[in-house]
């Protein structure tokens, strides 16, 4: 199988020995193919000792969370829905208080094949990245049915992000179907309820992580039902830009607030010079004299902020530091289990409090 590597800093650690596998499910009014997902969960993968399967019921008004239980998965339940991405959230959480060594995250509606987890978190137990991710879009024979207007759209996300994360070459980045080493899951610092699939790479992107993109087929529509995330493109690109721009306002504050001072210095600055070219070339300002003060509004806005920018700048380091002692404490709260429980239920346990 084909792996196309991202970014890296340092090499991450392989997991030893036999690990405690948890896959999470984010689910709303999917009674039609959760049952079927988690029955199709491969039992027995190489490298993994233990497998725990976590559905999170998103404010379903169906069966959903029946039929998850019956299947044999645990199943934390949101009163009311709350999106994609504070089911993700809720999802880590109780994988990380089941005591998972690597978690997967997948779609309850049937597009991601369960027999494809082995190949997706191999390069995870092996050590070889500390996040792997699904690509649709790496090579022409995975290449899913789907419209044009879906493709061009992932495929300027793509750029998008990338740009953001800075010398990445990510091919897919609105993939769902990922895998997490324990480490990684609990550096993640994300905030968006809508989706996470985009903040979590330019989180992770910004501390380094290495991120392996896996190859692997993807149904390319859904079998039932319309996708609760990309089901009206609009909306999808207005939010998931909302959570993009926020994201890198917070992963990258001297680049976002300087390069809108620059480009508003430079303005001022153009517009001055053009006054002043006039100036020279007439001896009066008219018919510019309101360019000329529009100039100094320019000029003086730009100038603030740029100063913005290097205070922004100061407070993302101190941000920096405050998620290194976020995940000292995360990682000192979240010890695994040490009984033979049902460490599905540690999750549930989680998802009530």
């Not at 504070?86 to 959480?93: E, L, V």
Request: charged share 20%; with cysteine.
């Amino acid at each position: 199988m084909a792996e196309t590597p991202s970014k890296t800093e340092s090499a991450p650690a392989a997991v030893e020995g036999c690990a405690h596998l948890v896959v999470i499910l984010p689910a709303l009014n999917e009674e039609k193919t959760v049952g079927t997902v988690i029955g199709r969960i491969p039992r027995e993968i190489p490298g993994v000792g233990r497998l725990s399967v976590i559905v999170i019921d998103d404010g379903s008004t169906d069966a959903t969370a029946r039929l998850a239980e019956e299947a044999g998965a645990a199943v934390c339940r949101h009163p009311t829905n709350r999106g994609v991405g504070a089911s993700f959230r809720t999802g880590i959480a109780a994988a990380l208080d089941a005591g998972a060594d690597v978690i997967v995250n997948m779609d309850a509606d049937g597009q991601f094949d369960p027999a494809d987890i082995p190949a997706l978190i191999r390069p995870v137990l092996d050590g070889r990245a500390d996040m792997t991710t699904c690509t649709r879009f790496a090579r022409k024979d995975t290449l899913p049915d789907m419209p044009r207007m879906k493709l061009w759209g992932n495929r300027m996300m793509c750029r998008l992000i990338n740009r953001i994360c800075w010398k990445t070459h990510y091919t897919d980045v609105s993939c769902g179907f990922r895998a997490y080493s324990r480490e990684t899951a609990m550096k993640l610092t994300l905030f968006g309820d809508f989706t996470y699939t985009q903040e979590s790479f330019i989180d992770l992107a910004s501390k380094g992580t290495h991120i392996v993109e896996v190859p692997l087929r993807v149904r390319g529509v859904r079998e039932f039902g319309r996708s609760r995330v990309a089901g009206n493109l609009w909306r999808y690109g207005v939010l998931s830009l909302s959570i993009i721009v926020r994201a890198a306002r917070d992963v990258r504050p001297l680049a976002f607030f300087g390069t809108i001072g620059v480009a508003v210095f430079a303005l001022g600055l153009v517009l001055g010079l053009f006054v002043f070219g006039w100036w020279l070339g007439t001896g009066n300002t008219h018919p510019f004299a309101s360019v000329l003060l529009g100039s100094g509004v320019f000029l003086l806005l730009g100038f603030l902020l740029c100063v913005l920018a290097l205070l922004a700048d100061m407070l993302g380091r101190q941000r920096v530091l405050l998620e290194q002692v976020l995940v000292e404490l995360r990682s000192q709260d979240r010890v695994p289990p040490d009984d033979e429980d049902d460490p599905a239920t540690a999750g549930e346990r989680s998802c009530a409090s």
